[in-house]
Every structure is written in C-alpha cells, then in structure tokens.
C-alpha cells in the first residue's frame, strides 16, 4: 500500500483525514468533468480542515491519496477496472489498475487507518432484486467495516426501501443529518423516513467512537441530503429514472454496467442537471465528511 506523504503526515500527528472514492472519476463522470470534480472534492475537504485521501489501484499498489499528475492520468485513463470487494485482491495480484466503489474504498481506508469516508451515493438493492439478487456489495461491507460514509443516501435508481431494510438486517445506523426523511442522491427526500437522525457532526463522530467502545462490527452511513438549491425535487426525477431504467431492461444491460449506464442516460435525459446536481452534492459532503474527521480528531486527544 503506498500512502501519500501528506496523508500519512495527518495520520501519524493524528489529523483529520477524508478517504474519497476513484468510481467516480472514471466511471461516474465524463472528462474533464471528472478531473475538475475530483480536484474540487479535495479542495473542499482541505478547506474544511481535513486531509484529502483519493483512493485507487495503479500498477498493483493499493494508493491511499494520489499526487495531482496521478489524478489527472487516472482520470483520462481507459478501460480501467471498476473494483469491488471481491475485485481488489485480483487487481493488486495481477498488478492491475482500477478505481475503488464503496466498498473497496472502506476497505481502503480501514487498512490505512481513516475513519471517515465522502461519497456521492452509495449502492443498494436494485429493482427487480428479488429476480436477480443484484444487490451491492456497498450494503454488506458497511455491516463489517468501521468507517463513517457520507453520501447523499442511495442512488435514486435503486430499490431504496429494500436497501433500508438490507441496512437494517446488517446493523448498519442510517443517519440523516439535519433532517428526518432520508433523501435519494439528486432529491433531499425520497418518501422514506431515515432511521435516525443527528444535527451536528460532533454528535455523527461520538457515535462513531461509541460503536467501537461497543465493540460492534461495521460502520455508519450518514446520509446528507443535496443542497436545495442544486436538487432535483423527487417528482422530477422520478419518471427519468424510471425510463431510464427500462431502456437497460430492453438493452439487456446488467450487473457492473448497471449504474454507469443509467447515471449517463439520466444526464442526457436531463441535459446535465442531473451531473450539476451530483458534483454540488458530492462537494457537501466532502465539507461534511471533513467536519466529522475534526470531531473524531478531537476525541482522540481527548
């Protein structure tokens, strides 16, 4: 594993460090946009406060934060692996590149010891799951894994009431930060209520540190809804995906192709709102993400 001097300066002094994920430079976001979107996302995490961490497999090492020149070439790269828990060992074995889900960057970050990771939207139980058993591996490694994620909910294009449910089933706490119904990536609400909420980042990281006094296993999602003034209402949306979602069908597009498929037909069918919306939801929670890291930050020297 190759740790950048800066993040293994933080971590060493015990400063705050966000881990962030590669799947959306190069699978969830057309160049440059990707790149643009990237070196903003660790902006925003420096600017509150924290170390950015961008995780990624290049040449068979596991990187734990990437220098600016290694950014921009994974983020022009092609055919680079879409990488997943039952991906990684592979990719580094054989010496290959690719960009880590959310569920490989938590096994990232856990193995190089940051405790809080900012994400877009994390995956879920797909529609039709009880025919295809698509469910994403994202659900089960925040059971297992003890790293805080921040994202704006599940993507919309999902099954979100069974992924709650698989959520629940696993342990993992659903927290919405600052209001009580849990929002759906490009909408701050999806219809559902979250399981919990908490307004504050200081109350996000003691319930962090309070699962490992407990010895409980896995992490905590911390959904954070989008900014109202970058959202697209649920009502909007809603019929997008769903056409979306059945020219796959026709298509026969299934498995990894799913959700890049889908994220660029509801880009066209939007006219690029829908990529304003994920870059403006992506950067809140960076910020939000970095304010946890503070909170944790303190606790340990407490």
Request: glycine share 10%.
């Amino acid at each position: 594993m190759d740790i950048a001097p800066e993040v293994a300066e933080a971590l060493a002094a015990r400063r705050p460090v966000v881990a962030l994920e590669s799947t959306i430079i190069t699978h969830g976001m057309p160049w440059p946009q990707n790149l643009e979107t990237a070196r903003a996302v660790e902006d925003a995490v420096r600017e509150a406060g924290a170390v950015p961490a961008t995780m990624a497999v290049i040449g068979g090492r596991l990187c734990a934060g990437l220098a600016p020149e290694r950014l921009e070439a994974l983020a022009q790269a092609r055919d680079v692996a879409k990488l997943s828990r039952a991906d990684l060992a592979a990719c580094l074995a054989t010496g290959g590149t690719g960009a880590t889900t959310v569920a490989s960057t938590m096994i990232a970050a856990r193995l190089a010891g940051i405790e809080v990771f900012a994400t877009g939207g994390i995956g879920g139980v797909h529609r039709g799951a009880e025919d295809s058993f698509d469910i994403s591996a994202d659900l089960s490694e925040l059971a297992q894994t003890p790293v805080t994620v921040v994202a704006a909910g599940a993507k919309a294009i999902l099954d979100l009431p069974k992924t709650l449910e698989v959520l629940e089933t696993g342990g993992v706490p659903v927290i919405a930060y600052g209001q009580d119904a849990f929002p759906a990536f490009w909408s701050r609400d999806s219809g559902l209520a979250a399981p919990l909420r908490m307004d504050t980042a200081q109350e996000i990281a003691r319930a962090h540190r309070m699962r490992a006094a407990l010895g409980l296993p896995g992490g905590q999602l911390v959904a954070n809804p989008v900014p109202e003034a970058d959202e697209i209402a649920r009502g909007e949306i809603a019929p997008i995906v769903d056409r979306a979602l059945a020219e796959a069908a026709e298509k026969g597009i299934a498995g990894k192709a799913v959700t890049p498929y889908l994220l660029g037909r509801i880009f066209e069918l939007t006219e690029g709102r829908s990529l304003q919306t994920n870059i403006a939801l992506v950067l809140n929670n960076a910020q939000l993400a970095a304010r946890v890291a503070r909170e944790l930050s303190a606790l340990a020297g407490d």
